[in-house]
């Protein structure tokens, strides 16, 4: 189930929200355990049976890690967490890397593995990364085993982040699992967080994502290299806001059950550098990496060399880990790249050339990587790639380049605007006072409006699907 | 946030999808959905078959979402929404100007159309008598002056040239016929088919093609039968700020015997169906709407009879042809898989006319019919 859809909204929040302020206080944690298989089955039906495979193993070897160490068994609790990471591993890797490599390798002759045609278990890229997390914290120490299955099962189904992140660590969240408030307060700050994160979705992710989808059905010789400019930018636009959007659906439901969840994204697009975009585009995503394999790699505590591969692996990790091809581990080696010219490089000059100069830098490069994202057939995205600059032997515009651009000129630059944070700014100047009355009127305005986009929404693609 | 204002906003919330979900619950089941023209999703049969295969659950998401409290109000907001953000289209329809509606057409495969313009080739060597292929424009080729600026759509014309050139057909050149008229009401602005005007200069198109007299406009006496028809544009591109249209007629229903296979049996018809005007989809005043095959006959004629591979688009233009043809056979192929060439054979037909307009011709999969 995804969450711009009327079933979610109206049947499913609806009903799990009763059931769950109903209900006595202990109960709430089966009440979400039992929404969240149910949310997951609705979609994937049979894969279900990952939710209690993984639950079940992640359990046991948690508590297998926390028996060792307190017997002092090193030994034991390295290989029961050994034995965890490669089972979720193996579940990733079969399930999304499988019919990749077999296909690769018999593109290259090699026959041994065969294409198995297997449909990808949405959301499985950002499970299998959080109960990962949950057996290394309990080695770590950073967290203690959890006792209750169905607590644990909680925390591997928890369905407002469970297919589309943030991903949580076990530590950030083990506790709130056991024992969490519920408040008034927090229930409606989670309602505004909702509707933030619908209206991104909805009215402008969505929007701009049909502006993209016309130029990406283009052919090369329809193109033109402004409109393939525009394409990109409206593809800049629906990523950001569609996975930004998702993750601020994520934290307000989780906040409505009562759940604090790190924010994920930090305006991303007004980042001076390629290394501070990387700081505030999908952080939960970085710091996972950070933490279960950079630093344990060895991070840049170590030789030069070193260092550069621990950050090479990283990024190829990061990049393969959005999808199944080959455009997405070029993607990760291209922000590789940026990344050292960066740091040995790019930086100090940045730094003191003028903010505009960082800004356009930043963005001049995040654009070309969305093309590399956004397009996974090599051939097509390499002619793509020559209309943007100038080498398709394309005009520089046309009548359909005009007409997109009257079309979506307001959304683009709603767009534009929302991507910085003034409009918070502003929020935060008026007074209190002020502040209700704009709030109010601007949730109970979202909701008539992203309720008629979610019953008239012939068009509402989920990204992730890859992922 | 103050303990009162989170009391609002969550009362605010809670009582909207609250509400929304009890009351829509408790609706009663609509059959038809007359603002969009189309029939909602029945409730999802459980099944362990329909779970299983997800068939349930997409059913189950489309029946939500069209039996939901006030779908119309919402259907109509979205679009209010796309026009205040400066958009020029919703759902595919453009907001032209001079109040119309006109569908994107987007551009054909060549390979299908390579593909069908075969059936239409073995349609010709398949009978003895002549066969004539007819495309008819839509209305964003003849009215592209009134599409938003630049508004991408295909180049009819051109690919209707390139087919004429290729086939073993003789052709029907509707474009000629109906591109000089283009300031006079020839399209609905709410629908996407032709009016009766539309219609009248076609059929000369087809007399002219067939070497027959022309008819002429000042002989008929034109009837408005209805000034409230919301056509199929209207309906998909959820535009409610538009006024609607009014269907004419010219041609007298008089004289002319019209048998309707609407259900596998012949019943007795006639041109106009009265009972259509009540209804939302009243462009089925004409002929009754869709049927498996259609004959009309005009007493007292001694005109050629014609077997007419159709669209909707020839079911207003059929009052025109009986002035020059004893007998209009209409064959749907969509609906008619029997073979063309034993109908032909079968029935003492004169001639073929294939007669489509650019965009079913372009999207249609049933046109192998037309090679059996």
């Known amino acids: 189930m995804v969450f711009s859809t009327p079933i979610f909204m109206f049947y499913f929040l609806a009903l799990t929200l009763f059931l769950y302020y109903i209900v006595p206080r202990k109960g709430r944690n089966v009440v979400v355990l039992c929404a969240s298989l149910f949310f997951y089955w609705w979609g994937e039906r049979a894969y279900v049976a990952i939710m209690f495979l993984s639950t079940a193993i992640d359990y046991t070897h948690g508590l297998l890690v926390e028996r060792c160490k307190a017997r002092g068994n090193d030994r034991g609790a390295k290989l029961a967490v050994t034995s965890s990471i490669v089972f979720n591993l193996a579940l990733l890797c079969f399930f999304k890397y499988w019919d990749f490599i077999a296909g690769s390798l018999q593109s290259v002759g090699l026959t041994f593995m065969p294409v198995l045609g297997i449909h990808l278990p949405i959301g499985i890229s950002f499970y299998t990364f959080q109960t990962m997390s949950y057996t290394i914290d309990v080695y770590r120490g950073d967290a203690r085993a959890q006792r209750s299955i169905l ?79 525009l394409g990109v930018l409206a593809f800049t636009f629906q990523i950001y806001f569609d996975f930004s959007g998702y993750s601020d659906m994520a934290i307000g439901l989780g906040r409505m059950l009562g759940f604090e969840f790190l924010p994920n994204f930090n305006y991303p697009y007004i980042s001076k550098s390629i290394t501070e975009f990387w700081r505030r585009w999908h952080i939960s995503l970085s710091t996972w990496f950070r933490e279960y394999l950079y630093i344990p790699l060895g991070g840049n505590r170590c030789s030069r060399p070193r260092w550069m591969f621990n950050l090479f692996v990283v990024w190829a990790a990061t990049g393969i880990w959005h999808g199944a091809s080959w455009n997405f581990l070029c993607w990760g080696l291209y922000f590789f790249a940026l990344l050292m010219a960066e740091k040995f490089l790019l930086l100090k ?36 790639l020559k209309v943007m600059f100038g080498l398709g032997g394309v005009p520089l515009a046309d009548g359909a380049f005009g007409y997109y651009l009257l079309c979506y000129l307001p959304i683009l630059c709603a767009a534009a605007l929302a991507s910085t944070p003034l409009g918070t700014a502003l929020y935060h100047r008026l007074g209190a006072r002020t502040q209700q009355i704009v709030c109010t009127v601007l949730v109970a305005a979202g909701l008539l409006v992203c309720t008629a986009y979610l019953v008239d929404g012939t068009y509402n693609p989920f990204l992730y699907s890859n992922f | 946030m103050s303990k009162k204002f989170s009391v609002l906003l969550t009362v605010l919330f809670c009582a909207f999808i609250g509400s929304m979900s009890v009351i829509s619950l408790l609706l009663p089941d609509k059959d038809f959905l007359p603002l969009e023209n189309r029939y909602p999703q029945k409730p999802p049969k459980l099944s362990a078959e329909s779970l299983s295969s997800g068939k349930f659950m997409e059913e189950a998401e489309d029946y939500v979402s069209d039996h939901i409290l006030g779908r119309d109000f919402w259907v109509a907001a979205k679009a209010w929404s796309e026009r205040l953000s400066g958009k020029k289209e919703n759902n595919g329809v453009y907001f032209a100007a001079q109040d119309t509606l006109i569908n994107r057409v987007d551009p054909p495969d060549p390979a299908k159309l390579d593909k069908d313009m075969g059936y239409v ?252």
């Open chain 1, 151 to 229: 607590n644990f099962g909680t925390f591997v189904t928890l369905f407002p982040q469970l297919i589309a992140g943030p991903i949580i660590k076990y530590k950030d969240l083990g506790d709130q699992i056991d024992r969490r408030t519920c408040s008034t307060e927090k229930f409606a700050s989670g309602v505004q967080i909702l509707m933030v994160g619908l209206g991104k979705k909805l009215l402008i992710a969505n929007n701009v994502g049909m502006l993209w989808d016309s130029y990406k059905a283009m052919a090369p010789s329809e193109l033109t290299v402004a409109g393939a400019w």
């Open chain 2, 121 to 372: 080739d073995a349609l010709v060597g398949n009978v003895s008598v002549p066969v004539y292929f007819g495309l008819i424009p839509s209305a964003a080729e003849i009215w592209g002056d009134r599409l938003p600026e630049g508004a991408p759509t295909a180049a009819e014309q051109s690919i209707i040239d390139q087919l004429y050139f290729s086939t073993g057909a003789s052709t029907i050149d509707m474009y000629g016929a109906l591109a000089p008229h283009k300031d006079e009401d020839i399209y609905y602005r709410t629908d996407h088919h032709w009016t009766s005007l539309g219609a009248f200069y076609g059929a000369n198109a087809i007399f002219e093609a067939l070497g027959l007299d022309p008819i002429d406009l000042n002989d008929y006496r034109k009837t408005t039968v209805t000034g409230q028809f919301n056509g199929t544009l209207f309906s998909t591109s959820g535009v409610r700020w538009l006024p609607p249209d009014q269907i004419d007629t010219y041609v007298p229903d008089q004289g002319i015997k019209v048998t309707s296979w609407f259900k596998g049996v012949p019943e007795e018809g006639s041109l106009y169906a009265d009972r259509w005007l009540a209804e939302k989809d009243k462009y089925s005043y004409f002929l009754g709407g869709r049927q498996t095959l259609c004959v009309v006959e005009k007493e007292d004629s001694d005109g050629p009879s014609v077997l007419l591979i159709r669209d909707s688009y020839s079911d207003s233009l059929t009052p025109f042809l009986t002035e020059r043809f004893s007998q209009v056979h209409l064959f749907d192929p969509r609906d008619n898989l029997t073979s063309v060439k034993n109908y032909v054979e079968d029935n003492g037909i004169d001639l073929v006319i294939v007669l489509y307009s650019f965009a079913n011709f372009s999207t249609d999969q049933n046109l192998f019919v037309l090679a059996r």
């Open chain 1, 349 to 384: 000059p940045l730094e003191r050339a003028p903010a505009l100069v960082g800004h356009v830098y930043t963005m001049f490069f995040v654009m070309v990587s969305w093309a590399i994202f956004a397009i996974e057939d090599f051939p097509h995205l390499g002619s793509y």
